[in-house]
């Protein structure tokens, strides 16, 4: 079975690159606002489990197409022979500065693979075009013309006209945005082009289809350990008594947090390297939401539950589940004195992230001190951390390889507030049995992967 190739061609600047980084999801490609930044055909396998699905080429736009085209019509009598003078012109202009870019971009064409082209539908057709697809039309291989939308003006329907003479498939196709369905359909298309090419371009996308699923579940193991980590985890220093306790106390509470948010970004590299993102990381300080600290009050504004829902997941505790309680917001008076209130009281300010965990000093058997700092006791905390991780994923996935920008905030934040109820008490479910029994049941785990699941398209459809 041949492995579809396509080489994507076009004018210089056009998204040639941008697309090819895109369908072939590698960040590698490089991708500028420069024209002629890609010198040479460059290819560009996808690989799932060791098996290449495709190669997609990148390749250095036209530079003097018409001259090109005169060549070929002054070397060609008949039809039939256009594919033939197409070859030649390549051959005997190789080394041939004034024509390096089109020796370059037909050099895989002539060797058999798909033709991508690809035109720029927010600026105006123009004759300068038709040189380029009349060459490719010389070639006789199968192509397809693609219509990337880079700037705001919108002259798709002179593009489709354009291009509806020269090529059997016209689709219109953002690099940028083009979310995984978008990118198999287009696969899909390509499978039109060739009968050989109808059943592995088929088979690859079964083959992500099923790569992406496995991604998702991936990531969200990885969330799930993190969040089990990042809850049980305990710091210990021997307590200095030279020194002020209240210092050596907050100084561990600093290095607590600090560890805590370390693992949340390593967990986040972990993830960024399932989607095959590995240069993202060096960008990490400039991502905007995710780039807030984990204890930040934005964060906790932004992810954290409401107080009642907190309390209606029943994690305060039974007896305060169902009762209506926004008393906490202005301190803890209004139930004082009652058993309920005592205890609303109590929890509430383990809501925001004032209170974190517990710095405790502890005796040692030997002599001495020791403080320690968590586990994690903070009732919001694992719901700001997985909301955090939930967005960052959203993101990863909505993502392409041809977005070089620092990821930004390209939806609403997911917000476990905006879950359901029932979501929510399962969840609350698993981390009081973690608060409890620590994080040795692997059951748990796998409890909270699907817990995590369920969960990961939220905030697609927000609350108002
Ligand atoms: N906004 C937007 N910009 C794009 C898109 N495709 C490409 N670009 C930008 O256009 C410029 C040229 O892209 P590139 O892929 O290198 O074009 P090439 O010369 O045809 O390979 C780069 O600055 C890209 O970031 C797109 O779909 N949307
Ligand atoms: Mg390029």
Redesign the pocket.
């Known amino acids: 079975m041949s492995t579809p190739r396509f080489a994507v061609v ?1 004018h ?8 090819v980084a895109t369908l072939a999801s590698d960040e590698q490609v ?4 420069l ?1 002629g ?2 010198r040479e055909a460059q290819e560009y396998p996808l690989v799932v489990d060791g098996e290449t699905l495709y190669v997609l080429i ?1 390749t250095p ?1 036209f530079q003097r197409a018409r001259a090109a085209l005169e060549w070929m019509q002054a070397h060609a009598t008949t039809s039939a022979e256009r594919a033939q003078v197409v070859r030649r012109f390549v051959e005997q202009h190789r080394g041939d500065a004034r024509f390096e870019a089109e020796c370059r971009l037909l050099t895989p064409v002539i060797g058999g693979a798909g033709i991508l082209y ?1 035109v720029d539908g927010s600026r105006p057709f123009g004759h300068e075009y038709e040189a380029e697809m009349e060459i490719l039309r010389w070639t006789g291989q199968p192509s397809l013309a693609l219509i ?4 705001a003006g919108d002259y798709r329907r002179e593009w489709e006209n354009a291009l509806g003479q020269y090529f059997r498939i016209v689709r219109v196709f ?3 945005d083009a979310d995984f369905d978008k990118r198999l359909q287009l696969l899909l298309a390509f499978a039109q082009l060739r009968e050989d090419w109808q059943a592995p371009l088929e088979r690859a996308v079964g083959v992500l289809r099923a790569a992406q699923v496995e991604r998702r579940s991936r990531a969200v193991r990885l969330i799930a350990e993190c969040l089990v980590t990042l809850l049980s985890y305990v710091r210990e220093v021997p307590l200095d008594t030279t020194q002020s306790t209240e210092r050596q106390r907050a100084e561990l509470g600093e290095a607590y947090r600090a560890e805590l948010i370390r693992r949340e970004q390593d967990c986040r590299r972990e993830v960024e390297s399932l989607y095959h993102y590995e240069r993202l990381q060096r960008r990490e300080t400039a991502v905007e939401i995710l780039d807030e600290d984990l204890f930040s009050s934005l964060s906790w504004r932004l992810f954290g539950l409401t107080r009642r829902q907190l309390v209606a997941t029943g994690g305060v505790g039974g007896a305060a589940a169902g009762s209506v309680i926004d008393v906490a917001v202005g301190g803890h008076s209004l139930f004082l004195g009652s058993g309920l209130g005592a205890l609303i009281g109590g929890a509430s300010a383990w809501f925001t992230a004032d209170r974190i965990a517990e710095t405790k000093v502890l005796g040692r058997p030997l002599g001495g001190h020791l403080l320690r700092v968590g586990p994690m006791r903070n009732l919001n905390f694992p719901y700001v951390v997985l909301g955090r991780a939930l967005l960052h994923l959203r993101m990863l996935e909505g993502r392409t390889h ?1 977005c ?1 920008e620092p990821m930004a905030l390209v939806s609403a934040p997911v917000s476990l507030r905006t879950a359901g109820h029932r979501q929510r008490a399962e969840l609350e479910k698993v981390f009081a049995k973690l608060r409890k029994q620590g994080t040795g049941d692997p059951l748990q785990v796998d409890r909270l992967c699907r817990a995590i699941e369920s969960l990961a398209d939220v905030g697609d459809d927000p609350a108002p």
């Open positions: 076009g210089p600047n056009k998204g040639k690159s941008s697309i490089e991708i500028s606002a024209s930044t890609t990148d736009g690809v990337n939308m880079i700037g953002n690099a940028m041809a070089r």
